[in-house]
């Protein structure tokens, strides 16, 4: 059974930075995308940032320069570093990972960036 878990989420104020980590674990199928979503209250889920295993990276235009994504393949972990966190950051961020042609999602965490 595959498992996504996260951690890192948080409240900061505006100008912070943190940093999300997610681990995968479960498929018999290597892990190819990993990425991260958000979804703000009342809005739909939208693309943060996305790597693959041979680290080709893609973000969001509302998050370049500030967000940094990475991964471990060894360990199936997906990591992003944000700062100059902005109050419309404010989201539940989610993991997503690939195997065999299917996402697997995680539970998400919170992130909160106060004015």
């Known amino acids: 059974q595959v498992q996504v878990v996260e951690s890192g989420g948080g409240s900061v104020q505006a100008g912070g930075s943190l940093r999300l980590s997610c681990a995968a674990s479960?498929?018999?199928?290597?892990?190819?995308?990993m990425g991260w979503y958000r979804q703000a209250p009342g809005k739909q889920r939208e693309l943060v940032a996305t790597?693959?295993?041979?680290?080709?990276?893609t973000y969001a235009d509302s998050v370049k320069g500030r967000v940094t994504i990475s991964r471990d393949n060894a360990k199936n972990a997906v990591y992003l570093q944000m700062n100059s966190l902005k109050p419309e950051d404010t989201a539940v961020y989610f993991c997503?990972?690939?195997?065999?042609?299917?996402?697997?999602w995680g539970q998400g965490t919170q992130v909160t960036v106060s004015p």
């Open positions: 479960g498929s018999a199928f290597r892990f190819n995308s």
């Open positions: 997503k990972a690939v195997a065999g042609f299917q996402d697997y």
């Open positions: 790597i693959t295993s041979g680290a080709i990276k």
